[in-house]
């Protein structure tokens, strides 16, 4: 459907309420039918449960993976694993510049600076021009992960991007996610047996400690707690 941002805002305000109490297949059964190939979801391999559940109900769904350049290895894995094994269109979308431009530009290190001038270059920014060709997009955000995620809907509208953002397993408990995986097979980054509760670019991202919440080690030495994805 082609849709104008009014008629996006209006479907969203409205499916919002409607599927507070639907499961996380109806929900994204709902995006792929109203928005066919003008929806994806987008992951950061931590797992592989959003694209799995895609694969599932809309097959050939388009999977968005901001490729930063300062991941590690494990995510890439799991990415070239979902790749391998589902049927869906995994897109890595990457920055402008190489990390290697951005230094000779900003200097080295801007993660350890200015981290959301980074997050801007190397995830804002991609993530905003692989969303152009999207009227709506479903990420993994889990109410329980961190406060500031606590009152997550499972659909709204972005009026800062025009978007219908879809938050399929909002409701989910960590505990639902690991019956998921258990029943599906689905791929896990090792990196969360390890001791990290939320795995983002490595300079980034430290393991937590005991009574943490699951993102408290990302940005440990900033007061920062969400890349500047989710509005
Ligand atoms: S998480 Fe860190 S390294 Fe990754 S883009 Fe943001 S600031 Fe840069």
Known sequence: ?????????????????????????????????????????TSSFADGVLAHLASRVA????????????????TLRVREQVAA???????SVRPGLTVGQQDGEYGPRLFS???DECCALRKVEPLERALADYD????????????????????HFEASRGKVKVNPIATWTQADVDAYVSRWNIPVNPLL?????????????????????????????????????HA
Do not use: N
């Open 193 to 229: 047996s390890r001791g990290y509760g939320s795995v983002g670019c490595w300079p980034c991202t430290r393991r937590v400690k005991a009574g943490e919440d699951h993102r408290a080690g990302r940005w440990p030495l900033f007061d920062k707690t969400e890349c500047g994805l």
């Open 85 to 91: 094994t589902l049927p869906v269109r995994v897109r």
């Open 113 to 115: 600076r200015a981290p």
């Open 1 to 41: 459907m082609t849709a104008t941002t009014e008629q996006l805002a209006g479907l969203a305000d409205r499916a919002g309420p409607e599927l507070e109490g639907a499961t996380a297949e109806e929900i994204v059964r709902w995006a792929a039918d109203l928005f066919g190939s003008r929806f994806c979801v």
């Open 59 to 74: 097959p050939g769904t388009d999977v968005v993976f901001l490729d930063t350049g300062l991941h590690f290895p494990e």
């Open 136 to 155: 709506a997009w479903a990420a993994g955000l889990r109410r329980d992960e961190s406060p500031t995620r606590s009152g997550t809907p499972v659909v």
